[in-house]
């Protein structure tokens, strides 16, 4: 979708809503409005309309769930609801799913696209069964229960810790007990998953900032927008880059390149979750899928000490720091989450 689609002559509504909290399995009816404001002599009595649910679960893999086709009545100047779309959402949870439209003309030519969001909201299962049949143990980890943390410029969190922010270069550090049902010999491999960003310090975030000051109009005032306390810098091709190494238990299970500290529609959640007091705590913001193996030597002395050690830091050579983000904040439906993949 781009900026053509929210001028196209042609737009159907999605939704009545951006982004909704559903259940799982609900059976919806998604209500669809057309402005046709143009003659359309070309396109005859109909147009197609093509609508796809796809979306992310708990391991912050992306899922199709369905795609239909329906013919849509075009008249020149309409206006007014069409045929409500029915949709099921997928059981489990929890997930965010995207309902994303287009019509097309009648040689396949895309005229306008649009979308809307659902959230399924849900604790995390203990275990899943993954594509290949294999048996997987969740322990998810709350961003903001961190045992220690020091960072060179500042640390804070984000709605109480719905996402955790860590300015300059340094750490986080988590311990995991190791649960008591899962035997070494188990364990066929682990993953850790975390959704990750890098982290300016944006001038509202600065001590002392203040209030902006100054008469725009006659060119005083301040030229750093993100002193406004609502604001977080829309994704644009400023990149502010960082990087994080992961370490489990003294060992190095990676490092991940981030490229940005993005923020726009991608961050369903951080849209989704934001309180209703006419206030933004970093609406929009998201990150990167972190997806490492935890090495063998690692989960031998996580087994035998009795607990994950995972320390995720931000090195002073690119002081570009660390967001990391929680389930019910960002683009994925996922806690920071070590994955126990189970021998068959």
């Known amino acids: 979708m781009s900026l053509r689609d929210l001028h196209a002559p042609v737009y159907v509504v999605v939704g009545d809503?951006?982004?909704?909290?559903?259940?799982?399995?609900?059976?919806?009816?998604?209500?669809?409005?057309?402005?046709?404001?143009?003659?359309?002599?070309?396109?005859?009595?109909?147009?197609?309309?093509?609508?796809?649910?796809?979306?992310?679960?708990a391991l912050g893999q992306r899922r199709a769930y369905f795609d239909t086709t329906r013919h849509v009545p075009f008249h020149a100047w309409m206006t007014g609801p069409l045929d409500p779309l029915p949709v099921t959402m997928?059981?489990?949870?929890p997930a965010v799913l995207v309902l994303a439209v287009r019509l097309e003309d009648g040689n396949g030519t895309v005229l306008h696209?649009?979308?809307?969001?659902?959230?399924?909201?849900?604790?995390?299962?203990?275990?899943?069964?993954?594509?290949?049949?294999?048996?997987?143990?969740?322990?998810?980890?709350?961003?903001?229960?961190?045992?220690?943390?020091?960072?060179?410029?500042?640390?804070?969190?984000?709605?109480?810790?719905?996402?955790?922010?860590?300015a300059g270069s340094g750490f986080f550090e988590y311990r995991v007990a190791w649960p008591?049902?899962?035997?070494?010999?188990?364990?066929?491999?682990?993953?850790?998953?975390a959704e990750v960003s890098s982290k300016q310090l944006f001038g509202k975030d600065r001590a002392g900032s203040?209030?902006?000051?100054?008469?725009?109009?006659?060119?005083?005032?301040?030229?750093?927008?993100?002193l406004n306390p609502n604001?977080?810098?829309?994704?644009?091709?400023?990149?502010?880059?960082?990087?994080?190494?992961?370490?489990?238990?003294?060992?190095?299970?990676?490092?991940?390149?981030?490229?940005?500290?993005p923020a726009d529609h991608r961050g369903i959640l951080a849209w989704h979750y934001q309180k209703h007091d006419r206030r933004l705590r970093e609406a929009g913001s998201y990150g990167t899928l972190l997806r490492l193996t935890v090495p063998s030597d690692a989960l031998q002395r996580a087994a035998a000490q009795g607990q994950l050690v995972i320390r995720l830091e931000?090195?002073?050579?690119?002081p570009g720091g660390l967001a990391i983000y929680g389930r019910r904040f960002g683009r994925y439906p996922l806690d920071p989450t070590v994955v126990f993949l189970l021998r068959r």
């Open 231 to 261: 604001a977080y810098p829309m994704t644009d091709e400023r990149l502010f880059r960082s990087a994080v190494t992961v370490r489990i238990n003294g060992v190095v299970a990676g490092k991940q390149a981030l490229a940005d500290d």
């Open 90 to 93: 997928p059981g489990g949870g």
């Open 113 to 166: 696209r649009n979308f809307c969001t659902f959230v399924i909201e849900g604790e995390p299962p203990p275990e899943v069964r993954l594509d290949d049949g294999r048996r997987a143990r969740l322990v998810p980890i709350d961003p903001a229960h961190f045992d220690s943390a020091a960072w060179s410029l500042k640390q804070w969190n984000v709605m109480d810790g719905l996402k955790v922010n860590g």
């Open 210 to 226: 203040g209030q902006i000051e100054g008469d725009f109009m006659r060119g005083r005032g301040t030229l750093d927008p993100s």
């Open 17 to 57: 809503s951006l982004s909704q909290t559903v259940p799982p399995g609900a059976e919806l009816r998604v209500p669809l409005y057309a402005s046709f404001l143009t003659p359309g002599n070309a396109w005859g009595d109909s147009l197609t309309l093509r609508a796809q649910l796809y979306g992310w679960d």
């Open 180 to 193: 008591a049902a899962i035997q070494l010999a188990d364990l066929d491999s682990a993953v850790f998953l």
């Open 314 to 318: 931000v090195d002073p050579e690119l």
